[in-house]
């Protein structure tokens, strides 16, 4: 993507499609019988992934089919790759040559290599033989090729580099600090391609079995009219605000986002529209391609799909794909509120002029679209009470039941939808803009959120597995696809039914052909991904990133995330959503853990995965690289590295939220009632706006520069309480370390002690801390309570000696660094208890103050100076 048409020229409609082509499913579409081929090898993956998601794959498939559906979706990917993306720019486009018909077809024997030798493999213990070592070198250079002509050179080069280190470790051109012993050719590619530590290991198996229906999912719900519908409402709602295009192309961004896996394909599909009307306004082209970069990239923090990544969470992490969206929920939201509030502050400081002769308040707006949604996340909620009185009715049934009332439901919908025109794309070069009328068009495609409820009632109410939900609600896009034209011409009264249905018809293998296509490149992204994860495991080059990462940062906390999100960012550069994901949690989360354990800071995993995603994303923003940013300015016309900068600025608060819910998991929604929870969601919203009007020097009127710095720190006052109370009132205290048993003995049952123990690396045989917190249990003495944590300790003078916890105590594998059995002592060298503290919401008050003060004094300059509203 690199290669992108230089800023300065506005793409034709045609030249962007064709851009999305070869980012997202491929420049090559060659007509007659291989273009037919290619279009049966989709569908056919396409209708493949969606019986092995059913809930009769298992009735349907052959057992070992179902096994090795890791193989046999890298080898769909693998071979439509080849088909459909062209090796270089000057290759043919309307043909395929001959070398890509044999990589194509040579790529497909070695992704099923496993499945086909699969006794052989099994009888061997899974390690390679020498014919097993060759097809698996030829299968790792067509998988890099494939992905280099997929996602850019960019992941390609990247695996490349790390398989060269499995082979070359040891060299003396290696720096000291990441040598290891090096790997034979036959235990790499064991590793790499035989077994499932490498390409076919958790990655490509979150693809095969939940992302493929989700990319599914959101190709057919486009095909079926959604995204113009999101679009236009969007752009009816806020069209007429000041800076109101720009105030849509958030919006639709946002709800396009929901769904899709791509930053690209959303900033080309909104961006065509809301672009041009952004510049009509005011907007310079690089200011209005960036807008539209930060809301795109933003769509892929958003549950519920988030790029995908939401996904590999679950497995990276270890837990649900409920907790996943719901920690991730209130930062992406946030960062869209505060998203909206930038480009309304631009277009004040501007007094940019409105579109169309409606007047409507942005209160009465904001009023409205919060109903809406509120409605809408009410209804997902509460059908779950009328699904329930439905099961005691009829057990055994009442999935046919369900089912039947859904549709009756789409029907009816449709009914109403028919009483209105269909929704076409509207023309943003036009002489006069019309405004959508919400109220009139708002029918026309109400039954497409039916699908969107399906989806989050079986995600969330229901908790199935992702797969099994987005099979539901892809299911019933298919129905909705192949009756929506025919049902609205018989409501319609109109004699196309026949015509109508077989255009439905057509409608349905598009969209199961865009699907597959789309998949193309995230199956080559986590396979391609799996040899890094591979390398990580194999080599343990994790440590060797800590030590690093340790020694660029003096050991200050603060500086080590700066560089953690520093290399997230230089490693995500080029990736896609997903395998940036990958690359930068294989590599840097572990980082975090382990360097801010040994720093006294104890973050939950997911905060830690969230953190590095953030970083990692950011790359589609920030030159050199910015492949969003490159597709906004082919759509404006505008310079692509000034639309990166500009677009980086816009996104300051997903860079600063990332530190913030490090610090104070709270906005992770992590450990809250539901009252704190709406407290946090409150005070979290302030704080964005707050740090919004700081960055951008603007509040009710333009901010003198202390305004804005104080501004800046009553944000990270309302988003930090924590770190202002801390120094009023420390929330530990300390204890001598020979008195933990003791003070284990004196806490109450649920209680934490913050120990710190210090002691000889394993590895290295250096000095290292390591910060843990033990929960105490209920066991009578103090002695027995730390022994159930596997902490058996003794007294020796003034040290507290730390003997190795046993296999399956809570601590054996974060310990097991230390070397317990070398000349110096593992000793416990600090116990901190936890101290009694005020509220930290208390230092909401001040900060909340204070912000009323600079509002005071705003307010009446604004007054004096007539400042735009």
């Not at 946090?680 to 520069?705: E, H, K, Q």
């Amino acid at each position: 993507m690199s290669d992108n048409p230089q800023g300065g020229r506005q793409l034709s409609e045609e030249e962007l499609q064709e851009l999305v082509a070869a980012t997202d499913s491929g420049a090559r579409n060659p007509a007659g019988a291989v273009g037919m081929m290619m279009a049966v090898v989709a569908v056919t993956w396409s209708l493949f992934q969606v019986i092995l998601a059913s809930p009769l794959a298992n009735y349907i498939l052959p057992g070992d089919l179902i096994n090795n559906s890791r193989q046999i979706h890298l080898a769909f990917s693998i071979f439509l790759a080849f088909m459909a993306y062209p090796m270089f720019k000057s290759s043919p486009r309307d043909y395929i040559p001959l070398q890509d018909w044999i990589f194509a077809f040579l790529g497909v024997f070695t992704a099923l290599y496993g499945y086909i030798f699969y006794d052989k493999i099994v009888a061997s213990g899974g390690l390679a033989d020498d014919m097993d070592k060759w097809f698996a070198l030829i299968g790792l250079i067509l998988l890099f090729e494939a992905a280099r002509r997929a996602l850019g050179p960019a992941m390609a080069v990247i695996a490349t580099i790390f398989l060269l280190y499995v082979f070359f470790g040891s060299s003396s051109w290696v720096p000291d600090v990441i040598q290891w012993k090096g790997a034979s050719l036959k235990k790499a590619m064991s590793h790499m391609w035989i077994t499932s530590e490498g390409v076919f290991g958790i990655a490509l198996g979150v693809s095969t079995k939940f992302v493929f229906l989700f990319v599914l999912f959101g190709a057919m719900l486009d095909k079926a009219g959604a995204g113009n519908y999101f679009i236009k409402m969007a752009f009816g709602a806020l069209g007429h605000l000041r800076g109101g295009p720009a105030k849509a192309a958030v919006v639709g961004s946002a709800a396009t986002g929901l769904i899709s896996g791509s930053s690209i394909a959303n900033v080309v599909t909104t961006g065509t529209f809301t672009i041009p009307l952004m510049k009509r306004v005011g907007f310079s082209s690089e200011q209005a391609g960036s807008v539209e970069v930060a809301s795109s990239v933003n769509g892929q923090i958003m549950p519920p799909v988030m790029g995908a990544a939401a996904f590999l969470m679950v497995e990276y992490v270890g837990i649900s794909y409920v907790e996943v969206i719901t920690h991730a929920f209130l930062p992406a939201v946030i960062s869209y509120i505060a998203l909206v509030y930038i480009v309304h502050l631009e277009a004040v400081k501007r007094n940019m002029p409105t579109i169309g002769n409606k007047v409507v308040s942005m209160g009465r707006t904001i009023g409205g679209m919060a109903v809406f949604f509120a409605g809408f996340a009410l209804l997902c909620y509460g059908v779950q009470y009328p699904v329930k009185f439905i099961v005691s009715l009829f057990p055994e049934g009442a999935g046919w039941v369900m089912a039947a009332l859904v549709f009756v439901a789409y029907v009816a919908l449709l009914w109403l939808a028919a009483g209105v025109e269909d929704l076409v794309p509207d023309d943003p070069n036009a002489q006069v803009v019309e405004l959508p009328d919400v109220a009139r068009i708002y029918k026309s495609g109400l039954y497409y959120l039916l699908p969107i409820v399906v989806l989050v009632y079986f995600l969330m109410i229901e908790q199935k597995s992702p797969g099994l939900s987005a099979f539901w609600a892809t299911a019933l896009l298919f129905v909705i696809l192949l009756t929506q034209r025919p049902l609205k011409t018989i409501f319609r009264g109109e004699s196309e039914t026949a015509n109508a249905f077989i255009e439905g018809v057509r409608d349905l293998i598009a969209g199961l052909i865009d699907g597959a296509r789309n998949m193309i490149g995230i199956g080559l992204a986590t396979a391609t991904a799996g040899v890094i994860v591979g390398t990580v495991t194999l080599t343990g080059i994790g440590q060797v990133m800590a030590d690093l990462v340790e020694f660029i940062s003096g050991g200050n906390l603060v500086a080590m995330l700066f560089c953690v999100a520093l290399l997230s960012l230089v490693l995500g550069m080029g990736l896609p959503t997903t395998a940036n994901y990958i690359v930068v949690s294989s590599l840097m989360a572990g980082v975090v853990v382990q360097l801010g354990a040994q720093s006294g800071l104890i973050v939950p995993l997911i905060a830690v995965h969230l953190f590095v995603f953030y970083f990692g994303i950011m790359a589609d923003v920030t030159p050199p690289v910015g492949l969003a940013s490159f597709a906004a300015a082919a759509v404006s016309g505008g310079d692509a590295i000034k639309t990166g900068f500009i677009a980086f600025f816009y996104s300051l608060r997903t860079v600063a939220l990332p530190f913030m819910f490090i610090f104070n998991t709270d906005l992770l929604l992590i450990d809250v009632t539901w009252m704190q929870g709406i407290l946090v969601f409150i005070i979290a919203t302030i704080a964005i706006l707050v740090f919004t009007a700081g960055t951008m020097g603007y509040f009710l009127t333009r901010s003198r520069i202390y305004e804005s710095v104080a501004l800046v720190l009553i944000a990270f006052v309302l988003f930090r309480p924590d770190f202002v109370m801390n120094r009023i009132q420390p929330p530990f205290q300390d204890i001598a370390p020979v008195e933990l048993v003791q003070a284990a003995g004196e806490a109450e049952a649920g209680d934490s002690l913050r120990l710190v123990v210090s002691g000889p690396d394993f590895d290295t045989g250096n000095p290292k801390d390591l910060t843990i917190v033990a929960t105490i249990g209920g066991e009578e003495s103090g002695e027995a309570r730390l022994e159930a944590q596997g902490l058996v300790v003794m007294a020796e003078g003034d040290q507290l000696l730390l003997e190795e916890p046993f296999p399956g105590t809570p601590f054996f594998e974060q310990m097991g660094s230390f070397d317990f059995y070398g000349d110096s002592p593992v000793v416990i060298s600090s116990v901190q208890a936890e101290a009694h503290q005020l509220p930290k919401e208390i230092i909401f008050i001040p900060a909340l103050f204070l912000l009323g003060l600079i509002m005071l004094l705003q307010r009446g300059r604004a007054a004096r100076e007539g400042a735009p509203a």
